[in-house]
């Protein structure tokens, strides 16, 4: 029962904080003064360094536009097919490699699910040529009848 009694009164003092001092609280608002006011001037600086250099910039980005945009297009069309080359290439040694297990008789991920589907397919193969079988019998013998 002194337990129940103590852990209410500790839930008490967790949900009601004692007040903290007026020189602790000073600190800390003196702290983040100080923080925010550090970020903001270096906040400042970078925008009034960002519009210098965007001033600085500009005209050179102009002279040098018809030079500039198409080696941007070709450097990033070159990046782009190197990549995508690259990429293809790694998927094809993949696809090559996981044939070979496959064929070796390693059972590479996903060799079930190819197995289950072939058999699938192999069943409905079967059941169409037995539907087909059936429909030209049945044509077969209605031209004959008639």
Request: without cysteine; hydrophobic residues 45%; charged residues 10%.
């Amino acid at each position: 029962m002194a337990d129940y009694y103590g852990q209410q009164h500790t839930q008490h003092q967790q949900l009601n904080p004692v007040q903290q001092p007026r020189s602790h609280q000073m600190v800390k608002a003196a702290t983040a003064v100080t923080a925010g006011s550090s970020l903001l001037v270096l906040s400042g600086l970078t925008l009034a360094g960002t519009v210098i250099a965007l001033t600085v910039a500009t005209p050179l980005l102009v002279i040098f536009s018809p030079v500039i945009v198409p080696a941007v297009i070709t450097i990033f069309m070159l990046v782009s097919g190197f990549l995508a080359s690259g990429g293809f290439g790694v998927a094809a040694i993949s696809v090559l490699s996981w044939i070979y297990r496959y064929v070796t008789g390693k059972r590479p991920p996903g060799a079930d699910q190819l197995e289950h589907a072939r058999n699938r397919l192999a069943t409905k193969a079967g059941e169409m040529k037995d539907r087909a079988q059936e429909f030209g019998q049945q044509h077969v013998t209605g031209t004959q009848q008639g």
